[in-house]
T-cell receptor, first 112, second 110 residues
Framework: NAGVTQTPKFQVLKTGQSMTLQCAQD?????MYWYRQDPGMGLRLIYY???????DKGEVPNGYNVSRLNKREFSLRLESAAPSQTSVYFC???????????FGAGSRLTVL | EDQVTQSPEALRLQEGESSSLNCSYT??????LFWYRQDPGKGPEFLFT???AGEEKEKERLKATLTKKESFLHITAPKPEDSATYLC???????????FGKGTKLTVNP
């Protein structure tokens, strides 16, 4: 079992470009999350989806959009990338109410 | 505002030198307190969940404890392979969101 798969692992963008980070799970969990991790800031929640068809904002949603395509997939889109969005992005999944999260390996994004 | 604060930010130990990491939280209606381990270049990996004051969980050289205001991760006779960043997180009842602390980077020297 792969668990939680994120693509791409690395990406370099120029300011103003757009891109989508993909996350897929094979754990049959309802909840899916996107976090960003920056030095000295810890993990901060961008968006989450408690179930298929629902999405909610987290702590730092500005500049991002998400799509819960189906139960397996949750994508994060940057419409117009900015240098402040340079970060490592983690997708996580969990059973509803349990909050024990399984994380993907991360996607390292650099915006020049 | 819900907050999770970890201390120290970094800790260096000699192999076999026991110590503790601290996680203090201000979350109303705490539902769960979580500890994760993160190795460089990888995603966090779940270690423990604690639900009520007085609860303790153990795994190998690690023991997590919980009071009404804070949690401790005790490391007994650590080995170099215990070197990692340890993250604490909390969630409140009815919420799907985890609030993470900034982590403690532990280095264990042989």
């Amino acid at each position: 079992n792969a668990g939680v798969t994120q693509t791409p692992k690395f990406q370099v963008l120029k300011t103003g470009q757009s891109m989508t980070l993909q996350c897929a799970q094979d754990m049959n969990h309802n909840s899916m999350y996107w976090y960003r991790q920056d030095p000295g800031m810890g993990l901060r929640l961008i968006y989450y989806s408690a179930s298929e068809g629902t999405t909610d904002k987290g702590e730092v949603p500005n500049g991002y959009n998400v799509s819960r395509l189906n139960k397996r997939e949750f994508s994060l889109r940057l419409e117009s990338a900015a240098p402040s969005q340079t970060s490592v992005y983690f997708c996580a999944v969990g059973d509803s109410g349990a909050n024990v999260l399984t994380f993907g390996a991360g996607s390292r994004l650099t915006v020049l | 505002e819900d907050q999770v604060t970890q201390s120290p930010e970094a800790l260096r130990l000699q192999e076999g030198e026991s110590s503790s990491l601290n996680c203090s939280y201000t979350v109303s209606g705490l539902r769960g307190l979580f500890w994760y381990r993160q190795d460089p270049g990888k995603g966090p990996e779940f270690l423990f969940t604690l639900y009520s004051a007085g609860e303790e969980k153990e795994k190998e050289r690690l023991k997590a404890t919980l009071t009404k205001k804070e949690s401790f991760l005790h490391i007994t006779a650590p080995k170099p392979e215990d070197s990692a960043t340890y993250l604490c997180a909390a969630t409140q009842g009815g919420s799907e969101k985890l609030v993470f602390g900034k982590g403690t980077k532990l280095t264990v020297n042989p």
